[in-house]
């Protein structure tokens, strides 16, 4: 009897487990936004089309309005052109995050509700990961943007 | 059933190196195999053949390094995926150097993934995003598991219970939503690293009280530290405390006696 009900306990904790794995979907994929899974994937595309400078001019820097939320950004991906000073304005809009841009010297930590501004001059190009540097629940992952320096 | 037997008396190595495989196949399943299965084939590579040579040199005879194959397959799962190839195979040579340099009366010190993800965090900004943690389930029923085979559930609590209030407390003390903060509890963490056996105390107690600090520091270090892994931070000042929490808990124990 015991060993039944190890058997029926294995098989259905491995169809749980497959089930959960392959069912489960990142929120981006759930409200059908264009995100990427799994961070160097989804860069060569992004590289390739020239996009429109995210946010705004304001007294010679490029202002752009962030929000962090659980799992990801917005907006995603941020798009500067090479050798402009650029100011980020972020506000978590959950819970606690991080903001983390290796590239640029960026990693601050995000209260929820409070605008974190963060400024630096894009003197590279290229597309570089933006990583939440928090550990903020279990889609952490899944949570990091993109900006483009064109 | 002996095949179920024999499952059950897996030793915890095993037991590692098989969750761990399964959540990262998971996870590629689902999100692709690229850039992450050459990080892990690299980590695991690395670690492997470094512990095997090490061991070879000390004890003269071959033997398939177990442990170091459970090191690469976290220091692999914890670093993000697209890392530089040459800081992921750096972080898993520290983990096992630290292994076999760092060590008191035969132990050693620290969780050799921990310190490996510290050098590579530390000095190389590595991020660290835990992308094989995300399914939350099977994460929880593999710590089941480990727990009850182990008996380990009096360390999960003393970890989990403390996080869990001191988050709580945070949260309503700054107005912010409380369970998802609650759920910044890293169960991966907790169930595939504070287990560790060789860098946690030797006695239940003492273990538990272990427990108990780890989950104070990684609050702690979330607030003094943010840009740098409070777990991992925490993990490594903990385990810096274990050679004094087995000298008190062993003279206590001989009082008592």
């Not at chain 2, 470094?50 to 914890?78: C, E, Q």
């Amino acid at each position: 009897m015991k060993s039944i009900i190890r058997v029926v306990v294995v098989v259905v904790f491995l169809t749980v487990l497959i089930f959960i794995t392959r069912a489960q979907k990142t929120p981006a994929e759930m409200d059908g936004e264009h995100r990427h899974q799994m961070h160097g994937q989804h860069h060569g595309k992004q590289t390739e089309e020239v996009l429109t400078p995210s946010g705004e001019i304001i007294d010679g820097v490029r202002v752009i309005k962030m929000e962090a939320f659980q799992y990801g950004f917005k907006p995603d991906p941020v798009a500067v052109k090479k050798g402009e000073k650029v100011r980020l304005l972020v506000t978590s809009t959950d819970v606690v995050h991080g903001i983390m841009i290796r590239e640029f010297g960026i990693n601050e930590k995000l209260p929820p509700g409070k605008e974190v501004v963060i400024e630096f001059t894009a003197d590279k190009t290229g597309t570089f990961t933006i990583h939440c540097s928090v550990f903020c629940g279990s889609g952490h992952g899944n949570m990091y943007g993109s900006i483009i320096v064109q | 059933m002996t095949f179920f037997r024999v499952i059950w008396k897996l030793n915890l190595k095993l037991y590692m190196i098989i969750f761990l495989s399964l959540l990262a196949l998971g996870k590629m399943i689902q999100s692709g195999f690229l850039p992450a299965l050459p990080h892990l084939l690299v980590a695991v590579g690395v670690s492997a053949l470094l512990d095997a040579v090490i061991h070879y040199r000390k004890k003269r005879k071959l033997s398939f390094p177990l442990s170091a194959v459970v090191t690469g397959l976290l220091v692999g799962s914890i670093l993000t995926p697209d890392e530089r190839l040459w800081v992921v195979a750096l972080a898993a040579a520290v983990a096992i150097s630290s292994k076999h340099i760092i060590r008191i009366k035969g132990r050693h010190i620290f969780n050799p993934a921990v310190s490996g993800l510290l050098v590579a965090s530390l000095f190389f900004s590595a991020p660290l995003v835990w992308w094989s943690s995300g399914n939350t389930w099977a994460v929880l029923i593999f710590g089941l598991i480990i727990a009850a085979r182990f008996k380990r559930f009096h360390l999960l609590l003393a970890y989990a219970i403390p996080f869990a209030l001191l988050m709580s407390w945070y949260a309503l003390k700054n107005n912010y939503p409380v369970w998802p903060h609650i759920m910044f509890l890293n169960f991966y963490f907790l169930v595939f690293m504070v287990v560790e056996p060789k860098t946690s105390p030797l006695r239940i107690k003492v273990r538990t009280i272990y427990g108990v600090i780890t989950a104070g520091l990684t609050f702690l270090f979330f607030h003094i530290l943010p840009e740098y892994d409070a777990s991992i931070l925490s993990l490594a000042a903990a385990n810096l405390a274990v050679p004094t929490l087995n000298y008190r808990g062993k003279r206590r124990a001989i009082r008592q006696q």
